[in-house]
């Protein structure tokens, strides 16, 4: 991990995205930017919390509902929606999809295994 002068370790890319998501998945109501900087340690600056929220915004992964001079933020999909749209554009930027799923089944436990399995094996509704 890299430091910078003065601020402590540097968090990986995406990482302040994650710790905001976490915030609010983890959350019972929709959060105004300063709950959620209270929410996040490590000190981070109320602009930074508002960038990071307005960039989540824009990408649609939250939603914002006016509240007074202020915005309050929620997650617009549950972690399993999240992590499932994640999950489909990885695999579609690589050239071989069938290869990184046949390896991604070889890293699962069993019981994950048979989660899988059944899965695959329910009627899927028609689109």
């Known amino acids: 991990m890299t430091t910078r002068l003065g601020d402590g370790p540097r968090r990986r890319p995406g990482q302040l995205e994650a710790e905001v998501l976490a915030v609010l998945w983890a959350a019972e109501r929709a959060l105004s930017p300063g709950e959620v900087q209270a929410a996040i340690s490590g000190g981070l600056a109320y ?10 915004h824009a990408k649609g992964v939250v939603t914002r509902t ?3 001079r202020t915005f309050v933020y929620q997650p617009a ?8 749209r994640r999950m489909r554009g990885l695999l579609e930027q690589v050239d071989d999809p069938a290869g990184v799923l046949a390896r991604f089944v070889d890293t699962l436990n069993p019981g994950e295994e048979q989660v899988l399995r059944d899965l695959l094996d329910r ?3 028609e689109s």
């Open 47 to 56: 602009t930074t919390v508002m960038t990071i929220l307005n960039r989540l």
């Open 77 to 84: 999909q549950s972690t399993a929606e999240f992590t499932a």
């Open 123 to 125: 009627p899927r509704p």
């Open 66 to 68: 006016a509240d007074g």
